[in-house]
């Protein structure tokens, strides 16, 4: 079963606009990662936020969590039409770092 | 993606013929994981190893086995291929611990006919 769950499924801004993507998941983690694919391709990791962190920044990346509401959200500031992929946000078991369970992902799209 | 290759990345077979998809990296990272992606699924863990010879179910490993006899190479088979298997496999590598995040290969795109 899926751990996070992204929403929304899909994302669609103009260029220059930032881009809010947002993670729910249900057990107690050790860290939570974002990854973005683009099409055919593999996922490439983005940034990870540990359990005790509040907040990460990283370019125009900013990420948030929220261990009392079991949610996190990805800020991509200033989108790019390079931007486009899909934004998948993976956890890991508090007790098993080698389960890392990943979202169904949103599909963003930046148009030019 | 650097350090990490996956073989072959297209592949159609038949129903119930074995079917086996390597894993190789030169990054020596004792962590190796297969995943399989599927529409509106995400991706999902099949098997993990951490270390030669040490190997643990993921969350849909039936019908799936796994080797690591070097470092480098992870295998993963197939070993009688049903239509269900069809998708996309992903494998990644990570140095371990708590802190770090995974790297991907380019990924297999397996279909079963």
């Known amino acids: 079963s899926q751990q996070g769950e992204e929403d929304p499924q899909a994302l669609s801004i103009q260029e220059g606009e930032n881009a809010t993507m947002n993670c729910s998941y249900k057990?107690?983690?050790?860290?939570l990662q974002w990854y973005r694919q683009n099409s055919g391709r593999g996922l490439v990791h983005l940034i990870l936020?540990?359990?005790?962190?509040r907040e990460k920044h990283s370019g125009r990346l900013r990420v948030t969590l929220d261990t009392s509401k079991k949610s996190s959200s990805l800020l991509i500031t200033a989108s790019r039409a390079a931007d486009t992929a899909s934004y998948f946000c993976a956890t890991t078991h508090v007790y098993n770092n080698n389960d890392m369970r990943f979202g169904a992902g949103t599909r963003l799209t930046v148009k030019p | 993606d650097a350090g990490i290759t996956q073989s072959p990345r297209h592949k159609v077979t038949e129903t119930g013929t074995p079917v086996t998809l390597r894993c190789h990296q030169t990054e020596n990272h004792r962590y190796m994981y297969w995943y399989r992606q599927d529409p509106g699924h995400g991706l999902r863990l099949i098997h993990y190893?951490?270390?030669?010879?040490?190997?643990d179910k993921g969350e849909v490993s039936d019908g799936y086995s796994v080797s690591r006899s070097k470092t480098e190479d992870f295998l993963l088979t197939l070993e009688s291929a049903t239509s269900s298997q069809t998708s996309v496999y992903f494998c990644a590598i990570s140095e371990g611990g708590f802190q770090g995040g995974y790297t991907f290969g380019s990924g297999t795109r397996l279909t079963v006919v």
């Open positions: 057990t107690s983690i050790n860290n």
């Open positions: 936020i540990r359990s005790n962190e």
């Open positions: 190893s951490y270390g030669v010879k040490d190997t």
